[in-house]
């Protein structure tokens, strides 16, 4: 039943993520593409747009107090309903189960339900902070509100890798990014707009300074879109989020897809805008590699174990964190093992090789006996490659 409940809510969340984000990216390049070159008073620009096998006419007007179009269309529900089903996922998958799912036992020993307490404490906070700091004087001073976010963000997520693990940390730090995309289009952007539209029907001219203001909220919108959906899809890249490095290569994600949106918003006015991407590209990818692998303080045969376990499909199932179809194994050296038949013994390195070889002689209870055997897979040096880089996975 749960997980029924898991496929759909994903389901809506990711479809009507997907139509709001579109929304956003076409209506912001509606705006950079609109050309004022009609002569019409109320026009700010149109355009013409080949689909469908006709032209689309597109022109942004000045409202007439006296002419107010009868159907007029708004965009909220997309990131309403992108945020209600991301919330039900996060209770559903993540507060639920006790919390487990989000404090790393091996960093703090607090009580589990904590780990929904900070999540959930923290997605108000973040936004309260948020909303007052652009409320304040400094949002006449967008770079350093900017630089003020961005760092607060970042040291935010640090103090959370103390505690959560680091999965959740990620995830959190999505969560909390969409809810301020989500909060701005409720709190900001639509009540601007019922103001201005209030302010129409009062017959009163149409006031370009409500929309301005709007506009701020919904460019932090537009800039934090690239950014979420790498934290939300996160839980697919182990390597980012596993490393010991994982805020700072989170931070230099974050930059570079900043730039590079920003870039792909500049292609009429930076001439060289293509060779900008190219570059942040090439850069953050060597910053990230750069920083995942000098995380990696192991002994050589453990790195080359690491290999082994990547290329044979150990990780496929063995993922570091709990809630997947076969136990972590960090830590497993000297831990209490329970099996499905009631024995019991202390993993020791004996043990890891003949889980390795032939795991359902052991089935660890509470999994089921998935893994194939590996004795006929794996040539000796491997199994002993892959031995030491199980006992490096102290933590
Ligand atoms: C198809 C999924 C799958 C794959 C692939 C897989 N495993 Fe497993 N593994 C499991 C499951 C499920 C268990 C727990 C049940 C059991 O003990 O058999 C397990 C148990 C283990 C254990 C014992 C863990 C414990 O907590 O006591 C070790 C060690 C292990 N696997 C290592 C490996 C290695 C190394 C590889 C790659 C060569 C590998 N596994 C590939 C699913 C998998």
């Not at 304040?136 to 963000?153: D, R, V, W």
């Not at 690239?226 to 010991?244: D, E, N, Q, R």
């Not at 897809?257 to 850069?283: G, Q, S």
Request: proline share 4%; net charge neutral; aromatic share 10%.
């Amino acid at each position: 039943m749960i997980e029924l409940l898991n496929i759909v809510f994903r389901m809506i969340h990711v479809v009507a993520a997907i139509m709001w984000i579109g929304n956003s990216l076409l209506f912001t390049w509606f705006e950079i593409n609109l050309l004022k070159e009609d002569d019409e008073e109320d026009s700010l620009g149109a355009m013409n747009m080949l689909h469908g096998g006709g032209t689309f006419f597109l022109q942004k007007r000045i409202i007439n107090p006296e002419e107010i179009p009868q159907r007029l269309h708004i965009f909220k529900w997309q990131s309403y309903t992108t945020w209600i089903s991301g919330f039900i996922l996060l209770i559903s998958l993540f507060y639920t189960r006790g919390g487990t799912l989000l404090l790393d036992p091996s960093k703090s020993d607090l009580p589990a339900y904590m780990g929904a307490v900070i999540s959930l404490g923290s997605i108000i906070g973040g936004w309260l902070f948020y909303d007052l700091l652009w409320r304040s004087p400094l949002k006449n001073h967008g770079i350093i509100g900017l630089l003020i976010c961005f760092a607060t963000l970042i040291g935010y997520g640090a103090w959370l890798d103390t505690l959560f693990n680091g999965r959740a940390v990620y995830l959190q730090m999505g969560a909390m990014l969409g809810t301020m995309m989500s909060a701005n289009v409720l709190f900001h952007i639509m009540t601007n707009q019922a103001k201005m539209m209030a302010a129409l029907l009062e017959g009163k001219p149409h006031d370009l300074n409500l929309g301005k203001q709007a506009k701020i909220r919904s460019n932090h919108n537009h800039y934090i879109t690239f950014p979420v959906i790498f934290l939300m899809l996160s839980a697919h890249f182990p390597s980012t989020y596993g490393s010991a490095h994982n805020i700072a290569i989170a931070a230099v994600v974050i930059v570079a897809l900043v730039i590079i949106k920003h870039m792909m918003n500049c292609y009429h006015t930076v001439r060289r805008w293509k060779e900008f991407i190219a570059l942040a590209f090439l850069a953050a990818t060597a910053a990230i590699s750069f920083l995942i692998n000098s995380a990696d303080d192991s002994s050589p045969a453990a790195s080359a174990g690491r290999e082994v376990f990547t290329t044979m499909g150990c990780s496929a199932c063995h993922l570091p964190q709990p809630g997947t179809i076969a136990p972590s194994l960090h830590g497993l050296i000297g831990k209490e093992r329970e099996f499905a038949d009631g024995t019991n013994l202390i993993a020791d390195v004996s043990y890891i090789r003949e889980s390795i070889q032939n795991s359902t002689a052991k089935v660890v209870k509470g999994y089921a006996p998935a893994m194939p055997p590996y004795a006929n897979v794996l040539t000796d040096e491997q199994l002993d490659l892959l031995v030491a880089y199980i006992q490096s996975l102290t933590r």
